[in-house]
């Protein structure tokens, strides 16, 4: 079974210029999650989807980040612009919405912002 | 309001020695509790997972985990460890639709 794929994996650019992250579910999977992972801060919930619609978004950081998911098989984080201390892992995430049901995560993208 | 505590941010430990990582939870209603493992350049996977029944749940690499509803913890156990199961262990907290996961505890098993 494909899990979650995430793209890219690494991502280097310089301060200012827009990102964005990709992030395709587990088919069939109901929920999908945004996080981000750094040393400081530990792993954060950004934002999280049911059935393609936002529901939580408060753990986005500032108006600079964006979350879209135009349908069950596509999400996109979206940073603009970047700075350097937006330099972290990017994790996504799905579930089948189910309580009590696991999350499902993709390998992340390792963002740099120089 | 539901919360996860790892109380040790690291815990280094000696191959084939036993190890536990500990995990406090916080909460007022019914309890689905996770262990995930990260390792290195990875997402997290799921370890176990306890939602009902039998307190003890095992995994499929010899990691155990007791629910304990008196002490609100659920630790995880392994009697003895191998080089690979160097990782970041993460203990989770199922609400509603998302999961509450606690800082992580870094493992590290020495030769």
């Known amino acids: 079974d494909a899990g979650v794929i995430q793209s890219p994996r690494h991502e280097v650019t310089e301060m200012g210029q827009e990102v964005t992250l990709r992030c395709k579910p587990i088919s069939g999977h109901n929920s999908l999650f945004w996080y981000r992972q750094t040393m400081m801060r530990g792993l954060e919930l950004l934002i999280y989807?049911?059935?393609?619609?936002?529901?939580?978004d408060s753990g986005m950081p500032e108006d600079r980040f964006s979350a879209k998911m135009p349908n069950a098989s596509f999400s996109t984080l979206k940073i603009q612009p970047s700075e350097p201390r937006d330099s972290a892992v990017y994790f996504c995430?799905?579930?089948?919405?189910?309580?009590?049901?696991?999350?499902?995560f993709g390998d992340g993208t390792r963002l740099s912002i120089l | 309001a539901q919360s996860v505590t790892q109380l040790d941010s690291q815990v280094p430990v000696f191959e084939e020695a036993p190890v536990e990582l500990r995990c406090n939870y916080s909460s007022s209603v019914s309890v689905y509790l996770f262990w995930y493992v990260q390792y290195p350049n990875q997402g997290l996977q799921l370890l176990l997972k306890y939602l009902s029944g039998s307190t003890l749940v095992e995994s499929i690499n010899g990691f155990e985990a007791e629910f304990n509803k008196s002490q609100t913890s659920f630790h995880l156990r392994k009697p003895s460890v191998h080089i690979s199961d160097t990782a970041e262990y993460f203990c989770a907290l199922e609400e509603g639709f998302k999961t509450i996961f606690g800082a992580g505890t870094r493992l590290f098993v020495k030769a």
């Open positions: 989807f049911n059935n393609n619609v936002p529901i939580d």
């Open positions: 995430a799905s579930s089948p919405g189910d309580s009590n049901q696991p999350q499902h």
